[in-house]
């Protein structure tokens, strides 16, 4: 599966955004999803993951209560609304699929998007 994340952005401290990312072949709603984020000089984190048929949801304590990941089958896309967002959320966010059950490590996903940026200004 091929993915692609998009709607990175500026926005100020307590602005919000949405990614989105856009999966590619017929097997999307087989996989798990996960977002994950980057800074600079830091490793890959976790944000969220849903479940294949979009039941189950699990999110980093950093984001509880702020960000929502939802998935659309028909679309073949997955979606982090992110909410009240902090100057420590600026990263590339990185959309990923793999075959664990609400994957919280990275080396639990096998596909990766290319990222996306966003940047939250204080």
């Known amino acids: 599966v091929q993915l692609q994340a998009s709607g990175g952005g500026l926005v100020q401290a307590g602005g919000s955004l949405r990614l989105s990312c856009a999966a590619s072949g017929r097997t999307f709603s087989t996989y798990g999803m996960g977002w994950f984020r980057q800074a600079p000089g830091k490793e890959r984190e976790f944000v969220a993951a849903?479940?294949?048929?979009?039941?189950?949801?699990r999110y980093a304590d950093s984001v509880k209560g702020r960000f929502a990941i939802s998935r659309d089958n028909a679309k073949n896309t997955v979606y982090v609304q992110m909410n009240s967002l902090k100057p420590e959320g600026t990263a590339v966010y990185y959309c990923?699929?793999?075959?664990?059950?609400?994957?919280?490590?990275?080396?639990?996903?096998?596909?990766w998007g290319q990222g996306t940026q966003v940047t939250v200004s204080s």
């Open positions: 990923a699929a793999g075959s664990s059950w609400l994957g919280f490590e990275p080396n639990e996903y096998n596909y």
């Open positions: 849903i479940s294949w048929r979009g039941s189950s949801t």
